[in-house]
């Protein structure tokens, strides 16, 4: 019971974390998209380059992302499951924002996966990736 | 130094699990690529469709797969980063593959995201996400 109770209070704090996270993302607040992220992260990104690692460089893949995502910015989750251990995670999701692209503004289906550590008590997120498939 | 090593012991049985899966996949061995998946796997490949769920869907992922990739197989990584806890973790890689586009044949250099989950004492893979740049 008390094991099933941590889980389940773990997935809730990573579902808030990601839930604040694409807020932030909605909001263009910097500080509060980079506010849950490990110094060492590794990231895989929809456009290129192939990976971007530690936060300066994160931080550079959202400067792309606003630079084709118009106010008000769309970054929304469809769907979302956490699977969380005790000081490990990973969370898979469909997500879809609304680039604009040659001056027309639409919908884009994506992939999500986010791996998370437990660290000093708190989830950190460690890895992202993001995708779109081949060829869309 | 017992959780140390427990942790040690994960990482070298998911590293080995991940390695013999892609020698599977050079051998184009279905029941060798399937032994350490969850029966509700959920996909996320490099071509469409967007996602895959289930065993079934799965192996059709990697018949699409074959249909590109002629012999030798190629299917190699360039680096595998495990975060193991002890009952869930994550995997982060770079690997490449050769398919043959318009009877020409080439490298593909793409990113890995794999999440597992110990069941009964054997990891399985829960979770897979394959894919390229966008626009690559």
Redesign the interface.
């Given at each position: 019971m008390g094991a099933r109770a941590d889980k389940s209070t773990d997935e809730l704090a990573i579902r808030s974390l990601l839930e604040h996270w694409a807020s932030a993302v909605r909001a263009k607040d910097y500080p509060a998209i980079l506010a849950h992220h490990a110094p060492a992260l590794?990231m895989?990104?929809?456009?290129?380059?192939?990976?971007s690692r530690g936060l300066e460089e994160y931080r550079r893949t959202w400067d792309l992302f606003f630079s084709t995502s118009e106010h008000p910015v769309v970054f929304d989750f469809d769907d979302l499951?956490i699977?969380?251990?005790?000081?490990?995670?990973?969370a898979?999701a469909?997500m879809h924002c609304e680039p604009t692209e040659n001056g027309r503004r639409g919908r884009l289906?994506f992939?999500l996966?986010v791996?998370l550590?437990k660290s000093a008590g708190q989830w950190l997120i460690?890895?992202e990736?993001h995708?779109?498939?081949?060829?869309?």
């Amino acid at each position: 019971m008390g094991a099933r109770a941590d889980k389940s209070t773990d997935e809730l704090a990573i579902r808030s974390l990601l839930e604040h996270w694409a807020s932030a993302v909605r909001a263009k607040d910097y500080p509060a998209i980079l506010a849950h992220h490990a110094p060492a992260l590794r990231m895989f990104d929809v456009p290129p380059p192939i990976e971007s690692r530690g936060l300066e460089e994160y931080r550079r893949t959202w400067d792309l992302f606003f630079s084709t995502s118009e106010h008000p910015v769309v970054f929304d989750f469809d769907d979302l499951e956490i699977t969380a251990g005790s000081d490990v995670a990973f969370a898979a999701a469909r997500m879809h924002c609304e680039p604009t692209e040659n001056g027309r503004r639409g919908r884009l289906d994506f992939r999500l996966t986010v791996g998370l550590r437990k660290s000093a008590g708190q989830w950190l997120i460690t890895h992202e990736h993001h995708s779109i498939p081949a060829g869309s």
